[in-house]
Each structure stands twice: as C-alpha cells, then as structure tokens.
C-alpha cells in the first residue's frame, strides 16, 4: 500500500521559498501520478499541482503558476514541489498523495488518490 511521507515545512518570510519532498515508504513511486494539496485553515483542501509518473506532464492551479515547481526523481523515489516568491496566501498544510498513472493518473477526482501522509506546515509571513 502506498504510504507518503512529506518534509520541507518551515516559516518563511513573503518572497522566501520553500522545497517540499515527498517520499515514499516501502513502496515505489513509479506507476504513479503524484499530487500536491494544501489546506488554509477554514478553507477545503485544493491541489496545487500534479506531477505525471514520467514527469512529462505538469499542472498547477492559477495561483502559484510561475512560482511553484514540481518535479520529480523516481530513482530518488521522490517528488518535489519548489515553492517560489511565497505569499502569506499560501500559508497551510501542504500534502501529497498518488493516483495510479494507469487510470489517469493527475486526471483522477482528489477522492482517488492514495497514501496521504501526515502533511507539513508552510507559514509565510513577516
């Protein structure tokens, strides 16, 4: 069973940056298509991005376009998710999760991915 471990939280000041890593425990992250999701508190969870198993197909929500990047490394078994002139909107917990390439992959419902982990907190502010 996929399990995804994230890392990379911290606070940062507006414009900082920020690179979250997801991996993977005990399981490999090839076959799969692997998502970014944050939520603010008081607000629903939305993905902030999604990765295609090979990496040759990337999205963001219209919100970090031009200042979050997500790539990966399979060899690593991990995913990355750099985070670029951040803003103090962009404060929440971050997580990631994974839909099986095989059936769509980044073009699955959030209620299809797996192996959500405990999340990181990303705190913008001055």
């Known amino acids: 069973q996929l399990q995804l471990v994230e890392s990379g939280g911290g606070l940062v000041q507006p414009g900082g940056s920020l690179r979250l890593s997801c991996a993977a425990s005990?399981?490999?992250?090839?076959?799969?298509?692997i998502g970014w999701f944050r939520q603010a508190p008081g607000k629903e969870r939305e993905r902030v991005s999604c990765?295609?198993?090979?990496?040759?197909?990337?999205n963001y929500v219209d919100s970090v376009k031009g200042r979050f990047t997500s790539a990966r490394d399979n060899a690593k078994n991990t995913v990355y998710l750099q985070m670029n002139s951040l803003e103090p909107e962009d404060t929440a917990v971050y997580y990631c999760a994974g839909a099986p390439q095989l059936f769509g992959g980044c073009s699955r419902p959030e209620s299809e991915y797996i192996g959500w982990g405990q999340g990181t907190q990303v705190t913008v502010s001055s």
């Open positions: 990765i295609s198993r090979s990496g040759s197909y990337i």
């Open positions: 005990g399981f490999t992250l090839d076959g799969y298509a």
